[in-house]
C-alpha cells in the first residue's frame, strides 16, 4: 500500500434542483439518488481510481448503508479492511441539493465519524509505516487528525491536510505536523482572518500559513485554478476549461489527484496539475465518488490538455 486516508465516510442523499432554495422555501426538484460520499471516502476513491493503492480507515454505522458503502468501496478497488461498524451509531450521512449551474448546499450529519478514536489511531499505526502519505480531513474529531499526523510525522509519512468543512482556525501545534495544506479560498481567509479571492490574497494567506510551521500550502481556487507556496517559489495553476454540472466534490479530486501524482513521484507543480485536471473531470458529472475521473480518462483529458512534461 502507498496511500492511506484517515477520514470521514458519508452516505450522500442527494437532489437536483433547478435552484438552490432560498430560506423558508419549498422548490420541487427534478432527480435524487443516493451515493457514497464523505470527504475521506471521497479523496481515497480518487486517488484509487488513478492507480494508486489506496487504504481507507474509518467508520461507518450499523444501519443498512454500511454494508452498500463498504460493497461500493471496494468496486473502486479500496482496502477497507480497517473501516469498522461502529454498532453504537449510524453511518454519516450527507444531504445535498445541486442547482442547474452545479453549485449546492450540502448538510452533514456524522454519525459514526463522530466516534473516531484511539482503537482507529491503533489500527492506523499498524499500516502506516507501509504508505508513503496521509490524507487527513476535518469531518472527524480534530483531536484525532492531529493524533495522526503526528504519528505520520514520527514515521517519516507526508502528511496531507484538506482543513474543511472549514472550522476556523487550527491549533497551533498542528501546523508543523503538515507537510501540505489544501484550504479553499473560502478555508483559507477563515484560518488567516482575511479574505481571499485572487492570486494576491491567496499567496498573502499561503505566507502566513508557512509562518505557522506547514511546509507548502495550496489555495484551491475553484473555476480559476490553484496557488501553490514553497519554501522556495510560489505558482499558479489555472483551472482547465470544462462544463461544470456538479462541484459537490471538485475539492476532494483535486486532494486525490495531488496525493496519486506525488505517490507516482512528480514534482509538486505536477501534482498541482493533476489536482486540477482530477477536480475539473469531476465537476462534469453529477456525485461524489462516482464522480472521480478513472485513469484511462484521466490520462486521455491531459494528453488533449497539456504538454508532456505535466502529464
Not at 119 to 143: G, H, M, W
Amino acid at each position: 500500500m502507498s496511500l492511506i486516508v484517515f477520514g470521514s465516510i458519508n452516505i450522500d442523499l442527494a437532489a437536483k434542483t433547478p435552484r438552490l432554495p432560498q430560506p423558508g422555501e419549498t422548490i420541487i426538484g427534478s432527480n435524487f439518488f443516493t451515493a457514497g460520499g464523505g470527504k475521506g471516502a471521497n479523496q481515497a476513491v480518487a486517488a484509487s481510481r488513478l492507480g494508486t493503492s489506496t487504504h481507507l480507515i474509518g467508520r461507518v454505522g450499523n444501519d443498512k448503508f454500511a454494508e452498500e458503502l463498504l460493497t461500493s468501496l471496494q468496486s473502486y478497488g479500496l482496502n477497507t479492511e480497517n473501516v469498522l461498524i461502529d454498532k453504537s451509531t449510524h453511518s454519516g450521512v450527507a444531504i445535498i441539493a445541486v442547482d442547474d449551474s452545479g453549485q449546492n448546499n450540502i448538510i452533514v450529519i456524522p454519525g459514526a465519524n463522530n466516534n473516531v478514536g484511539d482503537a482507529d489511531i491503533e489500527r492506523l499505526k499498524k499500516v502506516l509505516s507501509e504508505a508513503t502519505s496521509l490524507l487527513l480531513q476535518l469531518e472527524i474529531p480534530l483531536k484525532f487528525v492531529q493524533k495522526a499526523a503526528k504519528v505520520a510525522r514520527e514515521l517519516g509519512v507526508r502528511v496531507i491536510l484538506d482543513p474543511a468543512p472549514a472550522a476556523g482556525d487550527l491549533p497551533i501545534d498542528l501546523y508543523p505536523l503538515i507537510d501540505i495544506i489544501t484550504p479553499n479560498e473560502v478555508e483559507a481567509g477563515q484560518l488567516v482572518g482575511f479574505g481571499v479571492n485572487d492570486t494576491e490574497t491567496a499567496i498573502r494567506a499561503a505566507k502566513q500559513l508557512q509562518q505557522r510551521g506547514v511546509e507548502n500550502v495550496i489555495v484551491k481556487l475553484g473555476d480559476r485554478g490553484a496557488v501553490a507556496v514553497t519554501a522556495d517559489e510560489s505558482f499558479f495553476v489555472p483551472a482547465f476549461a470544462v462544463r461544470a454540472i456538479d462541484t459537490v466534490a471538485a475539492g476532494d479530486a483535486f486532494n486525490g489527484g495531488l496525493a496519486a501524482a506525488l505517490d507516482g513521484g512528480r514534482s509538486l507543480s505536477e501534482a498541482v496539475v493533476w489536482g486540477c485536471a482530477a477536480g475539473a473531470l469531476c465537476a462534469t458529472k453529477v456525485g461524489a465518488q462516482v464522480a472521480m475521473p478513472d485513469r484511462t480518462t484521466f490520462d486521455k483529458f491531459l494528453q488533449h490538455n497539456l504538454a508532456a512534461e505535466f502529464r
